[in-house]
Nanobody, 120 residues
Framework: QVQLVESGGGWVQPGGSLRLSCAVV????????MAWYRQAPGMQRELVAS???????NYADSMKGRFTISRDRGKNLVYLQMNSLNPDDTAGYYC??????????????WGQGTQVTVSS
């Protein structure tokens, strides 16, 4: 009974930055691990970054050093700060919520996604 709502996507020039937001909406929600995925046309969905309820983060190798996942527990918000964007980052980005405090069980809930387009 939760809803994930992403925002912050859009168009940006190569080298630019965007910050995506994910709001977790629901009654009686518990703090769980969260993650961002992305999917580009013709490619599989890939995990971008995850964060546990305690704030421990993990990143895909291609994003490490450029992307940062964070959360505001009090506001039930999760962010993905994306820097040094390149055209290969163009994809739909999806917020997800796990089954527990760690990410070992994968995603339980999904947002509708927000489009990120990186081009000149």
């Amino acid at each position: 009974q939760v809803q994930l709502v992403e925002s912050g996507g859009g168009w940006v020039q190569p080298g630019g930055s965007l910050r995506l937001s994910c709001a977790v909406v629901g009654s009686g929600i518990s703090i769980r691990a969260m993650a961002w995925y992305r999917q580009a046309p013709g490619m599989q969905r890939e995990l971008v970054a995850s964060i546990t309820s305690g704030g421990h983060t993990n990143y895909a190798d291609s994003m490490k050093g450029r992307f940062t996942i964070s959360r505001d527990r009090g506001k039930n918000l999760v962010y993905l700060q994306m820097n040094s964007l390149n055209p290969d980052d163009t994809a739909g980005y999806y917020c997800s919520r796990g089954y527990g405090q760690s990410w070992h069980m994968g995603a339980k809930d999904w947002g509708q996604g927000t489009q990120v387009t990186v081009s000149s």
